[in-house]
């Protein structure tokens, strides 16, 4: 079935840790986007890829650190996690044919950062 | 940045029509859309509306845009219990989307 992996699912992690949430889509969709979902403030854009090669940031962008080496993924790395970090991290994708906010979701990942 | 506004509750019975009210802030907004999230899941889009419309239809679904008080609404006709979820309005402008924190709908029997 075509769309958007990510893994872990579910991941509880020490301060001062180092992750990577990982995203792959098979839609060949050219942008490629990571949110982090926190209650009472929806989604806020961390960062953002428009096309393999580029990235660029978001609103929130401090502590994490992307690359997009080829179209299909789109690894999300925190360096040395903190309990801020705490929260439901989701990707997506958008591609060619539809508006630019018509993004197909991933499944999110819980991380939780002791 | 643009701030987009969402109620954080709505209860609704089953077989009723729930309206989900949104005001956004950027004027120069170019689409608007709906999401849907159901537990345990990612986001789904529902329906989106280009700013120059002023309704859209979809099956159950209407999508009202008043551009000028930069309101949007979603209706949704006779509810059902499949219909509980988290329901997010976003905007869209110089290609980059603002979400709304999110409605949570609960329909009840």
């Known amino acids: 079935i075509a769309g958007i992996t990510q893994a872990p699912t579910s991941q509880i992690l020490a301060a001062g840790r180092r992750m990577t949430l990982r995203c792959t889509q098979d839609m060949r969709h050219n942008a490629m986007y990571w949110y982090r979902q926190d209650l009472g403030l929806g989604l806020r854009l961390i960062h953002y890829?428009?096309?393999?090669?580029?990235?660029g940031k978001g609103e929130v962008p401090d502590g994490y650190s992307v690359s997009r080496a080829n179209t299909d993924d789109f690894p999300l790395t925190l360096a040395s996690a903190v309990p801020s970090q705490t929260s439901v991290y989701f990707c997506?994708?958008?591609?060619?044919?539809?508006?630019?906010?018509?993004?197909?979701f991933g499944e999110g990942s819980r991380l939780t950062v002791l | 940045g643009e701030d987009v506004e969402q109620s954080l509750f709505l209860s609704v019975r089953e077989g009723d029509s729930s309206v989900i009210n949104c005001t956004y802030t950027d004027s120069s907004s170019t689409y608007l859309y709906w999401y849907k999230q159901e537990p345990g899941a990612g986001l789904q889009l529902l329906t989106y509306i280009f700013s120059n419309m002023d309704m859209k239809q979809d099956q159950r679904l209407t999508v009202l845009l008043n551009k000028k008080d930069k309101h949007l609404s979603l209706r949704i006709a006779d509810t059902q219990t499949g219909d509980s979820a988290i329901y997010f309005c976003a905007s869209e402008s110089d290609y980059k989307l603002s979400f709304g924190a999110g409605t949570t709908v609960t329909v009840r029997a």
């Open positions: 997506a994708s958008s591609g060619q044919g539809g508006p630019t906010g018509e993004l197909f």
């Open positions: 890829s428009n096309t393999a090669g580029t990235t």
